[in-house]
């Protein structure tokens, strides 16, 4: 089995209400969980970040579904690669909200004074998403969302 790692990054519609960010997080542990895949997505007011990580056909078939969702647009891979060992291991699907991640580490990543994740090569997204998660260790160990 083909062990894979893509990072995506949209910008969410209209469309896209507390509501239903819940039922994406709610619909994605469920799902993510039974597929073998992990990983983490980071949200802004504008913009997701999302990284998954599984066996390589679940991942291709599950990022194409995730492209034609009408909840975001512009949908723009940044890595995708073959590896060995996943960086977010124990999460169907980690959640972070960016206005809880620390303004430090958004100004290290940000250029000319802004934050742009549409700007990010894959390894400056890989490298953000592994910053936040470790920064966020307590609250993420409290969502219930362990893979087996
Ligand atoms: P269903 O159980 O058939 O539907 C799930 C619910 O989502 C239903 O209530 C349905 O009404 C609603 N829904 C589905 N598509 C839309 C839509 N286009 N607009 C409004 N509501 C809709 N899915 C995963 O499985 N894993 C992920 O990691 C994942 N990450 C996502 C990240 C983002 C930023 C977005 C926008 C979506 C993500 N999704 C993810 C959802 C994915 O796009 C599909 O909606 C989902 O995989 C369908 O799974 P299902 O057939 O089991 O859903």
Redesign the pocket.
């Given at each position: 089995m083909k062990l894979v790692r893509l990072i995506y990054v949209?910008i969410?519609t209209e469309?896209?209400d507390t509501e239903?960010l819940e039922?994406?997080l709610k619909?994605?542990r469920?799902?993510?969980a039974e597929?073998d895949?992990t990983?983490i997505?980071c949200y802004d007011p504008a913009m997701?970040l999302?990284c998954?990580e599984g066996p390589r056909n679940v991942v291709n078939e599950?990022y194409t579904?995730?492209a034609?969702?009408?909840?975001?647009k512009n949908v723009t891979l940044l890595e995708y690669a073959e590896v060995s060992e996943r960086l977010f291991g124990n999460w169907s699907?980690a959640f972070v909200s960016m206005h809880t991640v620390d303004p430090a580490t958004v100004t290290r990543f940000s250029q000319n004074g802004k934050f742009n994740a549409f700007m990010f090569s894959g390894a400056e997204a890989g490298n953000f998403l592994m910053e936040i998660a470790g920064q966020k260790q307590e609250s993420l160990a409290l969502q219930k969302t362990m893979h087996p």
């Open positions: 949209s969410m469309t896209c239903a039922q994406i619909v994605s469920r799902n993510n597929k895949v990983g997505l997701f999302q998954l599950l579904s995730i034609r969702d009408t909840r975001h699907m």
